[in-house]
């Protein structure tokens, strides 16, 4: 036991980079055997939507783990130790898997909007990840434009021979790419000339400050500014405060995200959500006609 728990992390994780590794590896074990456990890694499902309106234009999916001795696990805690192991593949197809199952609920519930799921930089080093995204979307026969994406960089990635040939074949899937917190990430601009993007996700730290910092405001208009440019839809992120989504809208932003709309919720609760954020959008819609 001991030796398998230390043989999952030791080809890639750098222990260097934590203090508490030990504590790593032995949760990278655990999530080993969690991966096919029923129900231990869930999803939470957050709506993005149109700021004008209201309208769900989208929903994340962001993982839960639901660790039976250390209780609830947010994905700050064990998303950094499973990039670096041999277990990001297997994680990466679970949360696919477990996405295109709700987005294909949505369709059979005539829901028209994508599914976003996260993916670390990392899995752009792997020559197969285009073909087992296009498999896992014929398996839930879900059409590729219902699945985006979203790429963070949280970690330099050196070989971009492979990574240009895994965006290439990914475009080829017909998937859409989000490029995640937007702003923060190792190379975030030089990333947007490698492939053609559809979405910018500006990062909540902006979105936070906007308000009071004057630089951090600027960042946000250059995003949509840039967003515009490039044909993709600019999503603001971690959006609190009527005032922020006010702001946002001022200076053209489309479309945004955060506790001010939706919290992330169980799969089970989201088609219902959907359903209310849509007729919400709708009846807006009517309101300033008759008062016209
Ligand atoms: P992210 O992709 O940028 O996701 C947005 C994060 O902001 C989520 O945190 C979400 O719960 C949180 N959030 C949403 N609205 C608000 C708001 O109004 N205020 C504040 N303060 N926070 C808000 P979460 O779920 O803890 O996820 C953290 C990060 O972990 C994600 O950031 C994503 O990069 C990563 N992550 C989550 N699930 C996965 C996954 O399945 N695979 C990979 N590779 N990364 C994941
Ligand atoms: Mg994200
Ligand atoms: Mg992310
Ligand atoms: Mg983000």
Same mark, same amino acid.
């Given at each position: 036991k001991?030796?398998?728990?230390?043989?999952?992390?030791?080809?890639?994780?750098?222990?260097?980079?934590?203090?508490?590794?030990?504590?790593?590896?032995?949760?990278?074990?655990?999530?080993?055997?969690?991966l096919t456990a029923d129900d231990q890694i869930v999803l939470a499902l957050?709506?993005?939507?149109?700021?004008?309106?209201?309208?769900?234009?989208g929903v994340e999916a962001l993982t839960r783990w639901r660790h039976p001795r250390r209780g609830p696990l947010s994905p700050a805690v064990f998303i950094a130790a499973v990039e670096h192991s041999e277990l990001l593949g297997p994680f990466t197809r679970y949360v696919l898997d477990r996405s295109l199952a709700a987005a294909a609920g949505w369709i059979a519930a005539d829901i028209d909007v994508p599914v976003s799921v996260n993916v670390s930089a990392r899995s752009l080093l792997d020559p197969t990840f285009p073909g087992q995204v296009a498999d896992a979307l014929r398996r839930h026969v879900v059409p590729a434009r219902h699945l985006v994406l979203e790429i963070t960089e949280t970690v330099a990635i050196s070989d971009l021979e492979i990574v240009d040939e895994v965006l290439a074949a990914l475009r080829e899937t017909g998937v859409q790419l989000s490029v995640d917190d937007f702003g923060t990430g190792f190379s975030s601009l030089a990333f947007l000339t490698r492939v053609a993007i559809d979405e910018l996700k500006v990062d909540r730290s902006f979105v936070d400050d906007m308000i009071d910092s004057p630089a951090a405001e600027a960042v946000v208009?250059?995003?949509?500014?840039?967003? &515009?440019? #490039? %044909?993709?839809?600019?999503? $603001?992120?971690?959006?609190?405060?009527?005032?922020?989504?006010? @702001?946002?809208?001022?200076?053209?932003?489309?479309?945004?995200?955060?506790?001010?709309?939706?919290?992330?919720?169980?799969?089970?609760?989201?088609? &219902?959500? #959907? %359903?209310?954020?849509?007729? $919400?959008?709708?009846?807006?819609?009517?309101?300033?006609?008759? @008062?016209?």
């Amino acid at each position: 036991k001991q030796a398998k728990q230390l043989r999952v992390g030791v080809a890639t994780y750098d222990s260097s980079r934590d203090a508490s590794s030990t504590d790593h590896l032995a949760l990278l074990a655990e999530l080993r055997d969690a991966l096919t456990a029923d129900d231990q890694i869930v999803l939470a499902l957050q709506p993005a939507v149109d700021l004008a309106s209201g309208a769900p234009v989208g929903v994340e999916a962001l993982t839960r783990w639901r660790h039976p001795r250390r209780g609830p696990l947010s994905p700050a805690v064990f998303i950094a130790a499973v990039e670096h192991s041999e277990l990001l593949g297997p994680f990466t197809r679970y949360v696919l898997d477990r996405s295109l199952a709700a987005a294909a609920g949505w369709i059979a519930a005539d829901i028209d909007v994508p599914v976003s799921v996260n993916v670390s930089a990392r899995s752009l080093l792997d020559p197969t990840f285009p073909g087992q995204v296009a498999d896992a979307l014929r398996r839930h026969v879900v059409p590729a434009r219902h699945l985006v994406l979203e790429i963070t960089e949280t970690v330099a990635i050196s070989d971009l021979e492979i990574v240009d040939e895994v965006l290439a074949a990914l475009r080829e899937t017909g998937v859409q790419l989000s490029v995640d917190d937007f702003g923060t990430g190792f190379s975030s601009l030089a990333f947007l000339t490698r492939v053609a993007i559809d979405e910018l996700k500006v990062d909540r730290s902006f979105v936070d400050d906007m308000i009071d910092s004057p630089a951090a405001e600027a960042v946000v208009r250059g995003a949509v500014e840039l967003g &515009g440019r #490039l %044909h993709a839809r600019v999503v $603001a992120e971690g959006v609190e405060t009527a005032e922020q989504r006010a @702001a946002l809208l001022a200076l053209g932003c489309v479309s945004a995200q955060g506790y001010h709309f939706c919290q992330p919720m169980p799969p089970d609760k989201i088609v &219902g959500t #959907l %359903h209310r954020l849509g007729e $919400a959008a709708t009846q807006a819609k009517i309101v300033p006609l008759r @008062a016209d």
